[in-house]
């Protein structure tokens, strides 16, 4: 299987460091609001990301944090933290903000068939963890104190741009675009592992520690999470685009610096989706989540089509045309899928030859967009409807898509309508026959024809705009 991975920027063999358990780690959602469509877009690639590894026969351990303090609203060290903005908007403490946005981040994936992590920690329960980490930092010389704050010496490691190629003018320029200058730092890389000094004395959450009372740095908060659930080894790093920089280098650079080897094998990230007027935000414009998408009638499940039917690794344009066309093709495919006919014998020789397409496309660095097309090379295929079904089902392990589920409950509303069409049509030709006996006089067919529309449960009203019908 060949995945991307953004340290070496090509497509490299995936070979896990122990086959009996592959570590993989994921950043979790910052709980100070709704998870928008573009988080959940992540969500749902790592989640087909693992249970891909899992189809292929790897046993996972994936870990997620949960960031309940410490991410600043500039992914740099400034700005108030996330959370706190949260619980002020809503006029309540931070950790019922944290308990009511964790509860609605899992609820989403749900709905949007995302597996839950086999363990999520909130970053709130490991201040101890931090703690020891920095110090450990700073008995290695990796980490000073300056203006009560304790920092991370970019300075110490040969190489601290692991992902892009950036130069200082830049980070100064652009990268770090409204960060506020800070004096304590040494280097302008360098970033905060532990707060005691910030700007914002009204920070909700604070703990002691050997350099004050403070709380700790968002970047910090990840590295210290893997390692104490997944060791000092890891294989898969996850996490959005915008997280690759300065997040993800500053955990290679402090996980690294404290183990004294390398750390993770490969970082999976994920581009972002955008909105038609560019970048997808909380704030500006309709707020998009899962709730709203269902409040106008779209199945989670097709929002999760949408994502799949692109690649990973490719920016996402989302509009509700685009998640139309989306839905159009999700209930096509499901209504083909309907119509297989449940009997009948799996041909075992055929569904390996077909499930090649499968795996092929997802050993191509988890190329969905190609899985769903060997979806419906399935379908077109030569094989009987058992061996599809069982493919299907096969697939879906992988693309969580409810496809025969979907099948058979849409399937059993078309019965229904159509059940519905038929009785309407007689019910009719009924009430034509009967009018038409009234208009010749002759009652007594007129009466036979109610008395037999009543046996089968219709009573028919005549107004003086003609005659209705209802069921009993
Ligand atoms: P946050 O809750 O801000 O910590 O972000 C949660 C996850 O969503 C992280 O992995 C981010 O990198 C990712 N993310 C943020 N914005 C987008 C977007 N527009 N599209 C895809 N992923 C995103
Ligand atoms: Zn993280």
Redesign the pocket.
């Known amino acids: 299987m060949k995945l991307y991975n953004s340290v070496t920027r090509t497509k490299d063999e995936f070979v896990p460091i122990d086959p009996k358990e592959v570590k993989m780690y994921t950043?979790g959602?910052?709980v100070y609001h709704f998870?928008?469509i573009?988080?959940l877009?992540?969500y749902i690639m790592e989640d087909v990301l693992e249970k891909y590894l899992r189809y292929v026969g790897y046993p996972v351990k994936r870990v997620m944090n949960i960031?309940d303090v410490g991410?600043l609203s500039s992914d740099a060290d400034t700005g108030e933290d996330k959370m706190l903005k949260g619980a002020k908007r809503e006029k309540k403490t931070v950790m019922e903000i944290a308990k009511f946005y964790t509860d609605a981040f899992f609820a989403d994936c749900e709905k949007l068939n995302i597996k839950i992590p086999d363990v999520v920690e909130p970053a709130t329960g490991c201040i101890d963890e931090f703690i020891k980490v920095i110090e450990g930092l700073i008995e290695k010389g990796y980490a000073y104190e300056a203006g009560g704050n304790i920092y991370f010496d970019t300075s110490k490691l040969s190489q601290y741009y692991v992902f892009n190629n950036f130069a200082e003018e830049d980070l100064q320029d652009g990268v770090r675009e409204g960060v506020e200058k800070d004096d304590n730092k040494r280097n302008k890389a360098d970033f905060v592992l532990w707060f005691t000094k910030s700007k914002f004395d009204d920070q909700e959450l604070k703990w002691d520690s050997p350099w004050g009372v403070g709380y700790p740095g968002w970047h910090i908060e990840c590295s210290c999470i893997s390692m104490k659930h997944l060791g000092e080894y890891l294989d898969i790093h996850c996490?959005?685009?915008?997280?690759a920089f300065p997040h993800h280098t500053n955990e290679i650079a402090q996980s690294e610096a404290y183990v004294g080897h390398k750390w993770c094998n490969f970082w999976f990230h994920?581009l972002?989706?955008?909105t038609t007027s560019g970048?997808?935000s909380k704030s500006k414009g309709e707020f998009l989540t899962v709730s709203l998408l269902e409040s106008k009638g779209y199945l989670p499940v097709v929002y999760r089509f949408f994502c799949l039917l692109s690649h990973y690794r490719k920016s996402l344009v989302f509009s509700y045309e685009n998640l139309d066309n989306a839905k159009v093709t999700y209930e096509k495919l499901v209504a083909r899928i309907a119509k297989l006919d449940k009997n009948g014998e799996v041909d075992g020789a055929k569904f390996d030859e077909l499930k090649k397409l499968f795996t092929e496309a997802m050993d191509n660095d988890i190329n969905t967009s190609l899985a769903i097309t060997a979806l419906y090379d399935v379908l077109k295929s030569d094989a009987n409807d058992a061996t599809k079904r069982a493919l299907i089902a096969d697939f879906d392990k992988v693309l969580s898509l409810d496809l025969l589920e979907n099948a058979e409950k849409f399937g059993k509303q078309d019965e229904a309508c159509a059940e519905d069409d038929e009785l309407s049509a007689r019910v009719n030709e009924a009430i034509a026959k009967r009018a038409q006996a009234k208009k010749e006089k002759n009652f007594a067919e007129a009466d036979r024809i109610r008395d037999e529309l009543k046996e089968m449960g219709i009573v028919l009203v005549d107004t003086a705009q003609g005659t209705t019908w209802k069921k009993i």
């Open positions: 950043c959602p910052t998870a928008h573009g988080n877009r992540s960031t991410h996490g959005g685009i915008d997280n994920v972002h989706l955008n970048k997808m």
